[in-house]
Nanobody
Framework: EVQFVESGGGLVQAGGSLRLSCAAP????????ISWFRQAPGKEREGVSC????????YYADSVKGRFTISTDNAKNTAYLQMNSLKPEDTAVYYC???????????????????WGQGTQVTVSS
């Protein structure tokens, strides 16, 4: 069974930066879309960003555009989310997820995704 492992979360002050990693040993990112989602307490899980492995096309939620950057290192089977200028409202558990490109329709819909990690906590203090 494929298991994604997120890391890099933590506590940071507003305006700071964090880099999340999503490792997937034995899983090849080729022909998959890799996305990051987040879920804050009492809120629904929301799509943060997505990258298409075949051509590198990226998508971002409006709330993170210009601050977050998604990338992958296919040789290492690892995805990243660089988060800059963090705000208290970015506080959430962050998850990585994957879906075959052929099955991707709405990148920000959690129901599209077959593979998930366990999540990593990001807390931004004001």
């Amino acid at each position: 069974e494929v298991q994604f492992v997120e890391s890099g979360g933590g506590l940071v002050q507003a305006g700071g930066s964090l880099r999340l990693s999503c490792a997937a040993p034995g899983f090849t990112f080729d022909d998959f879309a890799i996305s990051w989602f987040r879920q804050a307490p009492g809120k629904e899980r929301e799509g943060v960003s997505c990258i298409r492995s075949n051509d590198g096309t990226t998508y971002y939620a409006d709330s993170v555009k210009g601050r977050f950057t998604i990338s992958t290192d296919n040789a290492k089977n690892t995805a990243y989310l660089q988060m800059n200028s963090l705000k208290p409202e970015d506080t959430a558990v962050y998850y990585c997820a994957a879906v075959p490109l052929l099955l991707l329709r709405v990148w920000a819909s959690e129901y599209e995704y077959d593979y998930w990690g366990q999540g990593t906590q990001v807390t931004v203090s004001s």
